[in-house]
């Protein structure tokens, strides 16, 4: 099979696009220009058309069509928009097929020269009179073209199709045939897969992702089919046709020479004996799509009637025969039909071929009296034709997952007709059986002569159509197959099915994946020892959800061959994938199936092939595993796990699972955490809950939600609305309390969902957690779990088990399930030594990455900044040393879980045998590695982005050099694997001075931020000097603190009201600084006294400052560079919700700072007060620079004075806006709550706040009735 190159898609892309707005644009304009049927669905009455009586009589055809589809839209223009489309789909794939057919030689040249083709200017000899049309004829030689199609394909051509009288206009016509006769496109039209292709991209991405907008889960036929038509690559279509039908072939192929011709046949079967017969064979994708299977069959299949000496002409009727596809959508049916017969007509152009066996599914239509009266049936085939209406209802939204056949041998069986047994679990009405056969004839026949009848009208003939494709589908669904190929429907399936598809198939995933569905349906409809083939997602491979499904249906049949191909394999699907043979069968006890992991591979064509061969000549390779079938059956939930080394299989085999001795459970989920979820530092401290006693008396809890990567320990940095035991919680109906007997204990927690590694954090006593952030809980300490789930041996267990693992992917994300969890062996719990030492070492891991909490202002540990207590002359140097430190307690931390690790190994692998297995799972132990003076510890300085890319590069394609899998330093842990060295040679090797990248602008940005919040009286200054005054550290599994340690608190505890009597610094009344300089609450000001504190050398420390951020002053920073950096440092976990508010005129030459959490009301007088001094000085100012204008200058140049009247003039006047907009806020009655939220209680400041622009769409949604649980939404008519 031939196919398009990545160039010649993207060409081919452009061309579908262009054509189809091209064809869109023109026939709304037609619709409504020539037939008075407009775009919003209005239909003009005839009368006022000036038509003659054929266009008349095409227009009442369309109006059939219009009210057809209003039966299946929402809306009268939503009718209109479907019926645009499906005429411009029929009409752009019509000329498609005509093109190839030229192309191919079916046709003389009808398109690649336009008008000017010879086939089209022959005929104009023969038959001058067909200029007469508005085209000069050429419309009518395309029908013609068109007409010569129909008897092989009628789906696209059959001329009694009223969309063909939604003809494009003569210009469009010609605009579309000079895109299609492009000589730069003429490559495109010879591939097997163009018309494939050309669906793919008939169906905007765009239109897919407002499907999904609008609904999460399908809602019609058409929608399931659009979103799901990804279309399968050559090589994946080659290795399961080769693995399907080729298998079954070779095992009947007398001569023996047909598997040496399939490349990708994975351990090649002998001759059984038996003879093939061609002529039976039957091959079937139940989700056809655009066709791409069945042409790959056609191929094989062409060959396998050459080694039976048939040519390939004579066979091809055989092989149209033999291929059979279903679709719930006609458009794809339509395309599939039209590239077999395309594809047979290259090898047979005279024979007559039969229709191609692709069905759309579709129930019957409405059984109209009067068309039953016209189909002149028997009373007996009327009620048969009912029985089949009824089977069919919900056909066109389940397709081939109906089993209609079940239904309708129910109820002739209970008719009576003989041989069919009514209530059978298994199908006795099949086309072997030959029960049914006759009365379909019957009632084909009845509905051919409706169809073709002079008098029949446009919904007669549309009845027909629709009773054809319902009889066609139990046809097919009748057969037994020798092979289904299929890449089916994944996801959600339309909601009205649900029900039906629980009961039909009873081992489906609990939320009913399409995929699981298909592929079991798949192998019922495969003959006993027939062959399924299917790419799918890889995820229901392992996770829990789909166990049933895996146990009845994957490994209750015999497994073939499995590749495990990973991400991006499917054209524009985000989705990992795993393409599977499995044979229906009952596997043998001895069954062994061949797997090939192509995970870290980015040629994947190249290396599945690659892999295969090896695989038949016993070469060595490590992406080839043969494993016993019944291996899996032995792993707790049955998980696929081929690439599970023997000694980790040997653990699950052999250990309790930690689900014996632990509970792994998800929590909360608030379904709206815009409402319930907040930053801990948007929240009174007093209003914090640790304890569920304290929730009757406090709003807020400490909230653990995942978070992104974080081995042993994350700050806990969010809290959720648990007021009375979650009151409100309980009281939002889309809100899920689980588990709610482990809230507030101590435990361990990871993000459920990332695209990083496995990573298992301390969950601190008296927190909740979210479904998003699973735990882990034991009746005994911890600890020894948190080490043995960060260990290599634990993420190599989700390397075997977990969805997610593509190597060659950074974007993929995984699930950690709790299900998963639970099924690890329990390689700790049962060996008190072991759990003891590794639960040592785990809490020397753990302490100093809790300690470093202490640096990070946002974290609730936070005492001071890294520089501050370093002696040194300046930032740099301070950074500098901050940086060593920082390298020191990274390489305490991996010293201490590398002993984990060893720990583990001596346990549980002595001999070694998972060692590579470790090794590509999550890299080396670094610590292992040689020490070496020889090292370029330059590269502690370099981007950690060009370490990976240096990594990949010497080291290969692997997940845990991609993506974020390290201990605790990324930048040093894959330094010291690059270099092949201990990461202490790299340490004790840097130059004196070094920084890392971002260095030391980050040290800059945090002695500023620091300054300004010592400023405002957050941070207790006092503490900067000397942490020793800082309250004791707490236990990393205390509760955490209410307080950060280095805030300024009050004899209470929590936040200082006032400055302490001898506070060095004084406070600023309401919480605001101003930007005026001379001010006494002036913010450069105080923030140099807050410098002056800390530093004797204050201006060299600032004027560094500056420097390194790039400012020209400490002024020019705040009022420019500072909100910027300030609101990405306290944006977290989709909450951003800075501090430090700047309120300013817009040219910024005035304005103050609001420190948020003492918002008041009075704050808001406070402001316009603010705003009125500083317009008064600015009027004083004016009248002093009017009278100096007056007087000539007094010095200075009239052109200088004038300069700065204006700019005070623009001054006042940005100035008296602020006022006015501030009093207004403070006379509305307003009264800020802190609990809506940083980001809803600065949403009616907006105006005042131009360095934050989201606000004014907060205010918006705001006024138009959303958040309506807020106190904003209270004031929202004053706002």
């Known amino acids: 099979m031939t196919s398009l190159t990545v160039d010649q898609r993207a060409r081919l892309e452009d061309v579908v696009l262009a054509a189809r707005g091209l064809l869109e644009a023109d026939l709304v304009s037609v619709a409504a220009g020539r037939y008075g049927i407009d775009a919003d669905g209005r239909v003009v009455d005839e009368r006022q058309l000036q038509l003659d009586p054929n266009e008349l009589a095409d227009r009442r055809e369309l109006l059939t069509v219009l009210e057809y589809l209003r039966l299946q839209e929402t809306g009268d223009d939503l009718a209109v928009t479907a019926m645009i489309r499906e005429a411009v789909f029929t009409h752009l794939n019509r000329l498609l097929s005509i093109r190839i057919a030229e192309q191919s030689g079916l046709f003389p040249q009808s398109l690649a020269a336009g008008r000017g083709s010879h086939g089209f200017t022959d005929l104009l000899e023969l038959a001058p009179a067909l200029v007469d049309d508005d085209t000069r004829g050429y419309a009518t030689y395309l029908a013609l073209c068109g007409d010569e199609l129909a008897g092989d394909v009628p789906q696209l051509f059959d001329p009694r199709n009223p969309l063909l009288k939604l003809m494009p206009s003569p210009s469009a016509l010609d605009e579309l045939v000079d895109v299609l006769a492009d000589p730069t496109l003429a490559d495109l039209w010879a591939a097997d897969d163009t018309l494939g292709w050309a669906y793919q991209f008939f169906n905007r991405k765009e239109e897919r992702d407002a499907m999904r907008e609008a609904s999460a889960t399908p809602r019609t036929s058409r929608e399931l089919a659009v979103r799901n038509q990804f279309f399968t690559p050559g090589y994946v279509v080659d290795y399961l046709i080769q693995n399907t039908l080729g298998r079954h072939l070779a095992a009947h192929d007398p001569t023996g020479q047909l598997a040496s011709q399939l490349s990708l046949l994975v351990d090649p079967p002998g001759y059984c004996g038996t003879p093939w017969d061609l002529e039976d064979i039957r091959v079937l994708d139940p989700a056809v799509g655009s066709g791409h299977f069945l042409l790959g069959a056609y191929d094989l299949l062409e060959t396998a009637w050459e080694l039976a000496g048939v040519k390939p002409a004579d066979a091809a009727p055989h092989i149209v025969n033999s291929l059979w596809g279903i679709d719930i959508d006609l458009r794809p049916a339509q395309v599939a039909a039209t590239a077999v017969t395309l594809r047979a007509r290259g090898s047979a152009k005279h024979l007559a071929l039969p229709s191609p066996h692709i069905i759309t599914a579709r129930g019957l239509p409405d059984l109209d009296p009067t068309i039953l009266d016209h189909l002149g049936l028997s009373t007996y085939h009327v009620d048969v034709l009912t029985d089949v209406a009824e089977a069919l209802k919900e056909a066109p939204l389940l397709g081939s997952a109906l089993k209609a056949e079940l239904a309708l041998q129910d109820r002739l069986g209970r008719a009576g007709l003989p041989g069919v047994a009514a209530n059978a679990a298994q199908p006795t009405l099949t086309a072997e059986h030959g029960a049914f056969a006759d009365d379909e004839a019957i009632l084909r026949d009845a509905l051919s002569h409706l169809a073709d009848a002079t008098t029949s009208t446009a919904a007669e003939r549309l009845f027909a159509a629709g009773g054809e494709d319902a009889l066609r589908f139990v046809e097919a669904l009748t057969q037994r197959y020798d092979v289904v190929l299929m890449n089916p429907p994944f996801g959600d399936p339309i909601t009205e099915t649900r029900d039906y598809l629980r009961a039909a198939y009873p081992w489906a995933p609990t939320r009913l994946d399409l995929l699981a ?32 499904w895996r146990e009845q249906i994957i490994l209750g049949h015999q497994l073939i061959t499995l590749a495990d191909l990973g991400y991006r394999v499917m054209s524009q699907a985000k989705v990992e994938a795993a393409a599977y043979v499995i044979r229906n069968q009952t596997p043998e006890p001895e069954a062994t199936a061949t797997f090939i992991r192509m995970l870290r591979d980015a040629d994947k064509a190249n290396g599945l092939s690659e892999a295969i061969y090896n695989a038949q000549t016993n070469a060595p390779d490590r992406r080839i595993y043969r494993i016993p079938q019944s291996t899996f059956a032995t792993l707790p939930g049955s998980p696929i796990a081929y690439s599970a080394s023997h000694a980790i299989l040997r653990l699950f085999a052999e250990l309790p699972s930690i689900g014996e001795h632990a509970d792994a459970v998800v929590g909360l989920q608030t379904s709206d955490d815009g409402r319930f979820v907040r930053a801990f530092w948007e929240v009174d401290p007093r209003q914090i809950a640790r304890t569920r006693e304290e929730t009757a008396t406090r709003r807020w809890a400490p909230f653990a939600k995942g978070g992104t990567y974080a081995p042993y320990w994350s700050d806990i940095h969010l809290v959720v609305d648990y007021e009375n035991n979650g009151q409100r919680l309980k009281a939002f109906d889309k809100a899920y309390i689980r588990n709610e007997r482990f809230y507030f204990r101590t435990g361990v927690t990871w993000p459920r969902r990332t695209n990083s590694a496995f990573s298992v954090r301390a969950l601190p006593m008296g927190c909740i957690f979210a479904d ?72 020397d891991a753990l302490a100093p990455l809790a300690v470093s909490g202490e640096f990070d202002e946002s974290a609730r540990r936070f005492v001071k900044p890294a520089v501050l207590g370093i002696e040194a002359a300046t930032i740099r140097q301070r950074a500098a040393a901050a940086y060593r430190n920082q390298l020191e307690v990274a390489l305490a931390v991996i010293e201490a879980h590398d002993e984990i690790d060893r720990a583990l190994s001596a346990a549980l692998d002595p001999d070694g045998e998972a060692e590579a297995a470790l090794y590509d799972a999550d890299g080396p132990l670094v610590t292992d590695l040689p020490h070496s003076t020889s090292v370029n510890s330059s590269l502690l300085s370099k981007p950690v982005r060009e370490i990976v890319d240096l990594a990949a590069e010497k080291l290969g394609i692997a997940r845990w050099i991609g993506l974020q899998h390290q201990v605790v330093d990324r930048r040093l842990e894959l330094a010291a694997t690059l270099e092949g060295v201990h990461p202490r040679s790299l340490v004790d090797r840097l130059p004196a001075g070094a920084l890392p990248d971002g260095e030391p602008a980050g040290s800059a940005h945090d002695l500023l931020s620091y300054l300004v919040g010592a400023a405002f009286g957050r941070w207790d200054i006092r503490i900067g000097i000397n942490p020793a005054l800082a309250p004791p550290r707490p236990d990393p599994l205390d509760p955490v603190p209410l307080c950060p340690p280095g805030m300024l608190v009050g004899t209470d505890g929590f936040p200082a009201t006032s400055a302490p009597e001898n506070y060095p610094l004084e406070l600023p009344p309401d919480g605001l600084l101003l930007d005026e300089p001379g001010h006494p609450h002036d913010i450069v000001n105080a923030i140099t006294r807050a410098a002056t504190t800390l530093f004797p050398d204050t201006d060299a420390v600032l004027d560094e400052l500056t420097t390194i951020l790039d400012a020209t002053d400490l002024r020019a920073l705040l009022r420019r560079g500072f909100f ?73 140049s009239t052109q200088q004075v004038m300069t700065a009247l204006t700019a005070e003039q623009e001054l006042a006047e940005e100035l008296s806006t602020f006022r006015r907009e501030a009093e207004r806020l403070a006379n509305s009655g307003w009264i800020p709550d802190l609990n809506d939220g940083f980001p809803l209680t600065a949403a009616p400041l907006n105006t005042l706040i131009p360095d934050w622009p989201e606000l004014a769409k907060t205010l918006t949604d705001t006024k138009a009735g959303k958040n309506p649980w807020a106190t904003t939404h209270t004031w929202r008519n004053q706002l």
């Open 517 to 548: 569905i298909f592929v079991g349906r798949g192998l019922e409809l495969c003959k006993p020892g027939g062959y399924l083939g299917a790419i799918t997602g890889r995820a229901g491979l392992f996770t829990s959800t789909f166990r049933p």
């Open 772 to 843: 998003k952030g699973p735990c882990l809980f034991s009746a005994d300490s911890s600890m020894h779990y948190l080490g043995f789930l960060n260990s290599r041996f634990a993420r190599l267990m989700i390397e075997t088990t977990a969805t997610g693992a593509d190597e060659n992917q950074s974007d993929m994300s995984r699930s950690y399930e709790v299900g998963t969890i639970r099924s690890f062996p329990d390689a700790v719990c049962s060996d008190t030594a072991l759990s003891t030492l590794v639960g040592g070492y785990t809490s």
């Open 1124 to 1196: 910027r950096h300030h609101r990405t440092r306290y944006s977290k976990s989709k909450r951003t919700a800075p501090l430090y508010w700047p309120l300013t005129v817009p040219s910024r030459r005035w304005g103050l700072w609001l420190y948020a959490p003492t918002l008041r009301r009075d704050t808001l007088f406070a402001i316009a007060g603010a705003a009125a001094s500083r317009m008064a000085r600015a009027e004083s100012e004016l009248l002093r620079l009017q009278g100096e204008r007056d007087a000539g200058g007094a010095g200075r």
